[in-house]
Structure formats: C-alpha cells, structure tokens
C-alpha cells in the first residue's frame, strides 16, 4: 500500500501563483511515477502532469505548471503560476509503479494509488 498526501492548496487571485505537494508514504521502494490530476465541479477528472522517465503535461498548463520530485523525500510538487480560474479544481495526486526501466506514464496510464485531493481556487 502506498499512502498520498498533499498539500498547499488554497485561494488565490487569477495570475497569482501555488505550490502543491504530494508525499507518498508505504510502499514506495521501487521506481514508480507520480502525477497531477484535477477535477472541476461538474466535470470529469482531466490529467495535468506526471513525472516518470519523463515529464508530460497537458496542453492547458504547459508553460505555466511545473512539476518536479524530491526522491529523497518520495515528495513530488506542483509549481502553479499564472493562475487562470479556469484552474479553480480539486487537484489530486496519482502514483504508479513503473512497469518498465524507460517508465513510460502519461494521461491514460492506470494509476495505482490516489490521494484524496486539495482544493484549488482562482478568483477573477
């Protein structure tokens, strides 16, 4: 089992900047990926990012998000900048153990673990 907590969320003015963090705890000795998804009210969860044997983002926050690891911490982090409302969500964390040595995750891999998500909102 591999637990998921994150961290940092809150309210924030459109343009405005937040740091997410997600520390996975439990099973976490062999190489895995971790990522961000989010989920606007009245929406179906959307990817945003993952760090595996590379970084994918989604289209919507390329050049604005950046996602980063601190492995000595099994800690990932999520550098949100130029806010936007349309980012107002729940933003969730996504683990998943590597299959494979190039550890290839993208948006439709299937995550392993789940943390339970922090809100995110962007005023106008």
């Known amino acids: 089992q591999v637990q998921l907590v994150e961290s940092g969320g809150g309210l924030v003015q459109a343009g405005g900047s937040l740091r997410l963090s997600c520390a996975a705890s439990?099973?976490?000795?062999?190489?895995?990926?971790m990522g961000w998804f989010r989920q606007a009210p009245g929406k179906e969860r959307e990817f945003v990012a993952v760090?595996?044997?590379?970084?994918v983002y989604a289209d919507s926050v390329k050049g604005r998000f950046t996602i980063s690891r601190d492995n000595a911490k099994n800690t990932v982090y999520l550098q949100m900048d130029s806010l936007k409302p349309e980012d107002t969500a729940v933003y969730y964390c996504?683990?998943?153990?590597?299959?494979?040595?190039?550890?290839?995750?993208?948006?439709?891999?299937?995550?392993?673990?789940w943390g339970q998500g922090t809100q995110v909102t962007v005023s106008s």
């Open positions: 760090s595996g044997g590379s970084t």
């Open positions: 996504a683990f998943k153990y590597c299959l494979g040595y190039a550890c290839s995750v993208g948006p439709q891999s299937v995550y392993d673990y």
């Open positions: 439990g099973r976490t000795f062999s190489r895995y990926a």
